[in-house]
Nanobody, 121 residues
């Protein structure tokens, strides 16, 4: 079984910072991409940022310059450093990992349970 466990969400004022963590565990062979998605009430889930095993990153335009994604391959953990937070960043943030399990042939997506980020104005 593969688990993605997120931590670090919470309530912060406009302009504040938060750091999210996502730790993957289980019978994992390799992790291709780790990413963060978010879903606000009444909206579709959207990609916030992603990072490959080689360190290539991709960001949504709305967070460029404010958010930084990183990962520790040895710890199977991804991080999302969020600075200059705005009320429109309020959402449930989900960790995603595209990985192969031991004995598996093809990578597939796994999701964390989500962590709430609320930015007050």
């Amino acid at each position: 079984q593969v688990q993605l466990v997120e931590s670090g969400g919470g309530l912060v004022q406009t302009g504040g910072s938060l750091r999210l963590s996502c730790a993957a565990s289980g019978s994992i062979l390799d992790i291709n991409v780790m990413g963060w998605y978010r879903q606000a009430p009444g909206k579709r889930r959207e990609l916030v940022a992603s990072i490959t095993s080689g360190g290539t990153t991709n960001y949504a335009d709305s967070v460029k310059g404010r958010f930084t994604i990183s990962r520790d391959n040895g710890k199977k953990t991804a991080y999302l450093e969020m600075n200059s937070l705005k009320p429109e960043d309020t959402a449930v943030y989900y960790c995603n990992a595209r990985l192969r399990v031991v004995g598996g042939l093809l990578p597939r997506d796994y999701w964390g349970q989500g962590t709430q980020v609320t930015v007050s104005s």
